[in-house]
């Protein structure tokens, strides 16, 4: 089992969660299998995801003993938690704030990414113990308000999700992320043809775009 510094270090040092939400079993774990060879560390699959705890399940057992870490999104709730964290998920990402499954999930020592956008909710994110604020939905603000955000409030780790590319990951970091959620532009690389190799291309482009904004 992964210790939680090991979670927060695969987001943080690569500065990427790939959030793999796509429409069948087979699917999120192609395109995570794919994801993770062209680099990405650190994986959710949404519960919204048929199968879900299967696939965390599957990935969790193929690469934890590789530094990778598999978690649960979507998780809206202290039972999905329990069921994510049995499943080996490591970290749980919920959309919104929900302090009784961050309490489950800190039980267990599992990392928690939980939803806020509002200074209210990101402070409550903080104070329930949320390891992560997920900022979402992201593009509403942009990096600019990621900036406001923090003045008042420079001690939050923040990820946003939504809206992310590899054009745009720079103004991210520069407005002061700690990582951030990419998702079609790395999962729909192989929904036209099905060639999962575009997928593992993507991941290494966008994680490219993430080390040249650090530097």
Known sequence: MLRKYEVLEAIVS???????????????YRVAEAAIEGGIRAVEVPLTVP??????????????????????????DAEAAFASVQAGARPLVS??????????????????????????????SLEAGADIVKLFPAELGGPSYVKTILAP????????????????????????VVAVGVGSFVTKAAQADGDYTKVARAAEIFLAAIDNARR
Not at 51 to 75: C, E, F, M, N, P
């Open 153 to 176: 409030l420079p001690q939050a780790p923040i990820m946003p999700s939504g809206g992310v590319t590899p054009d745009n990951v720079g103004n991210w970091f520069g407005a002061g």
């Open 95 to 124: 959309p919104q704030l929900n302090p009784k499954m961050i309490a489950a999930a800190n039980c267990y020592q599992a990392v928690t990414a939980s939803g806020a956008f509002t200074p209210t909710e990101v402070l409550n």
């Open 51 to 76: 199968g879900a705890l299967g696939v965390i399940a599957r990935l969790v057992d193929k690469y934890s003993d590789q530094g990778v870490v598999v978690g649960a999104g979507t998780v809206l």
């Open 14 to 28: 690569t500065g990427a969660l790939l959030i793999a939400r796509l429409g069948s079993t087979d699917e999120a």
